[in-house]
Nanobody
Framework: QVQLDESGGGLVQVGGSLRLSCAAS????????LGWFRQAPGKEREFVAV???????VYADSVKGRFTISRDFARNTLYLQMNSLKPEDTAVYYC??????????????WGQGTQVTISS
């Protein structure tokens, strides 16, 4: 089992930047795929980016070139650097983990979420 704790959300203007962190704890975290999802008001939760347990990175098209996901395997921490933020990036951002493909299958482990609000 994995526990996830996000931090770093907040309010920022259009074009600004934010960095989210997710501290993972539990047994064999390194075996898990870790990723970020987000849910905007009135919308379904959507995939943002993932770092597979082997280190490969995949992004959603909507954030490619603006967001950078990284993973510190030694510290069991996941990051999401968000640049050139747009109003449509406003959402609750969730850290997620599982040993199966979390991009196409709902992860079993979730953090509590952190609010990101972009003001225009």
């Amino acid at each position: 089992q994995v526990q996830l704790d996000e931090s770093g959300g907040g309010l920022v203007q259009v074009g600004g930047s934010l960095r989210l962190s997710c501290a993972a704890s539990g047994r064999t975290v390194s075996n898990y795929h870790l990723g970020w999802f987000r849910q905007a008001p009135g919308k379904e939760r959507e995939f943002v980016a993932v770092v597979w347990s082997g280190g490969t990175i995949v992004y959603a098209d909507s954030v490619k070139g603006r967001f950078t996901i990284s993973r510190d395997f030694a510290r069991n921490t996941l990051y999401l650097q968000m640049n050139s933020l747009k109003p449509e990036d406003t959402a609750v951002y969730y850290c997620a983990a599982d040993i199966h493909n979390i991009r196409y299958n709902r992860p079993n482990y979730w953090g509590q979420g952190t609010q990101v609000t972009i003001s225009s």
